[in-house]
């Protein structure tokens, strides 16, 4: 660049003052950064500038950012040949690293907030200590006996439904049952529930999706309304619930583990929402608990149904207890009981505005609309990330990821050891 500009360092035996040159060679960077101005170059520098105008700072600042190219490839010519330097070269995985630490927003999703203690000075303790006693040793038998005895109505009701009716008849008694059961277990947390819109009605072509925090949300809405879900098939009394009496409301179960058992079931949600005779169908797109302070990425399989999709929006009050059920630490009896021995289980729930998917709009686009709407209803923040990373191994959900980082080593090493392939 010939019009390109420099201050050049008079030394000791010059005037003092800054001379400009013509010269299209620079000093560099480091050159530039080292510079340095005493007390009289300041006047002359000023006068300069104010002669010379917006032209003069546009040509300096060009002359900066040559200086700025010069270098790095000067410290790029320096640096190339090393090739200890090129494969110890971290700085980009280090700075992703410490990146994901600093805000990671994905492990907030699923942590529990640690209560606020309250009770530790002379005169609240004695009142905790009195709701301890209360809670665990009056209230907490008194639910259990009332959970136990409501299972027993229940399964004693569907022995005896399944004799005695057939067909539709024996589909309707079936749904009260479930929705009984449903009842009793927000009884045994003493629930405090508001629910918000209107009652969902079967009617084809409509599936109901809602946030996700445990797998009471099931009882919350049950309890309101019988609903046929996509779950998870869980191990155990959970298991044999589902497998034995939810079928009767065409539940469908999947192993999020399997890819063939997700595409199963994708066919049977379409069947099951477009037959009018079928329970309405209620999906949580999120596919794993989320600790109702964060909405986490919706998956698209239910907005790809060509239906009409009802948000739900569910959000629990913790002032009493934390409905959020963290299964990476706690099973779900340990997650009842830990309700049971609550004052309360409080919670509002809200049936919003049906939606349709807009033309043009994507099935991607149209879950993150569905998602903003019921984040927006629920208070939440929402998270740009897939759920299932909690359950699999970063390399094996995403290896694109990891790929990308082996790629740049490997383009480090192929110049030192194949120099001819890496210039061709």
């Keep these: 660049m010939a019009s390109a500009v420099r201050f050049k360092d008079q030394g000791a035996a010059g005037n003092g003052g800054l001379h400009r040159t013509s010269s299209g060679q620079g000093y560099g960077l480091r050159s530039l950064k080292n510079k340095t101005f005493s007390r009289g170059d300041l006047p002359a520098f000023a006068a300069e500038q104010e002669m010379q105008g917006q032209e003069s700072t546009k040509v300096m600042q060009l002359a900066v950012d040559e200086a700025v190219v010069l270098a790095e490839r000067e410290g790029a010519a320096q640096h190339q040949g090393n090739v200890l330097a090129d494969v110890l070269d971290i700085s980009s995985p280090l700075n992703d690293a410490a990146a994901a630490i600093v805000d990671d927003s994905f492990l907030r999703c699923f942590k529990t907030l640690p209560d606020d203690p309250w009770n530790w000075n002379a005169y609240l303790f004695p009142l905790w200590l009195m709701g301890v006693v209360v809670r665990n040793c009056i209230l907490f038998p008194l639910r259990l006996i009332m959970l136990l005895l409501g299972f027993v109505i229940f399964v004693l009701g569907f022995a005896v439904v399944g004799l005695l009716f057939k067909g539709h008849r024996l589909k309707q008694a079936e749904r009260w049952l479930?929705?009984?059961?449903?009842?009793?277990?927000?009884?045994?947390?003493?629930?405090?529930?508001?629910?918000?819109?209107?009652?969902?009605?079967?009617?084809?072509?409509?599936?109901?999706?809602?946030?996700?925090?445990?797998?009471?949300?099931?009882?919350?809405?049950?309890?309101?309304?019988?609903?046929?879900?996509?779950?998870?098939?869980?191990?155990?009394?959970?298991?044999?619930?589902?497998?034995?009496?939810?079928?009767?409301?065409?539940?469908?179960?999947?192993?999020?583990?399997?890819?063939?058992?997700?595409?199963?079931?994708?066919?049977?949600?379409?069947?099951?929402?477009?037959?009018?005779?079928?329970?309405?169908?209620?999906?949580?797109?999120?596919?794993?608990?989320?600790?109702?302070?964060?909405?986490?990425?919706?998956?698209?399989?239910?907005?790809?149904?060509?239906?009409?999709?009802?948000?739900?929006?569910?959000?629990?009050?913790?002032?009493?207890?934390?409905?959020?059920?963290?299964?990476?630490?706690?099973?779900?009896?340990?997650?009842?009981?830990?309700?049971?021995?609550?004052?309360?289980?409080?919670?509002?729930?809200?049936?919003?505005?049906?939606?349709?998917?807009?033309?043009?709009?994507?099935?991607?686009?149209?879950?993150?609309?569905?998602?903003?709407?019921?984040?927006?209803?629920?208070?939440?923040?929402?998270?740009?990330?897939?759920?299932?990373?909690?359950?699999?191994?970063?390399?094996?959900?995403?290896?694109?990821?990891?790929?990308?980082?082996?790629?740049?080593?490997?383009?480090?090493?192929?110049?030192?050891?194949?120099?001819?392939?890496?210039?061709?």
């Design 178 to 424: 479930v929705q009984f059961l449903c009842r009793m277990f927000v009884v045994s947390w003493t629930g405090v529930i508001k629910y918000h819109g209107p009652r969902p009605v079967p009617q084809a072509g409509r599936v109901w999706v809602a946030n996700h925090s445990s797998m009471i949300d099931f009882a919350v809405l049950g309890a309101y309304s019988p609903f046929a879900a996509i779950m998870q098939l869980h191990p155990g009394w959970v298991g044999l619930i589902q497998k034995r009496y939810l079928k009767s409301l065409g539940c469908l179960w999947f192993n999020r583990t399997q890819a063939q058992d997700r595409t199963l079931v994708a066919q049977r949600m379409r069947e099951h929402v477009h037959n009018p005779d079928s329970t309405p169908l209620l999906i949580f797109p999120e596919g794993t608990c989320v600790n109702n302070e964060y909405c986490v990425m919706f998956k698209r399989g239910a907005f790809d149904l060509d239906a009409t999709v009802c948000p739900v929006a569910i959000k629990y009050n913790k002032i009493f207890v934390d409905a959020f059920w963290n299964s990476k630490k706690q099973s779900f009896t340990a997650h009842l009981m830990k309700l049971m021995r609550s004052w309360a289980l409080v919670c509002d729930v809200y049936f919003l505005e049906p939606q349709n998917r807009q033309p043009g709009e994507s099935a991607q686009q149209f879950a993150e609309r569905m998602q903003r709407i019921i984040a927006d209803k629920a208070r939440l923040r929402i998270a740009p990330w897939d759920g299932y990373l909690k359950y699999y191994n970063l390399g094996e959900k995403h290896p694109d990821l990891i790929e990308k980082q082996r790629r740049v080593f490997s383009e480090a090493i192929r110049q030192h050891a194949e120099p001819a392939a890496a210039s061709a």
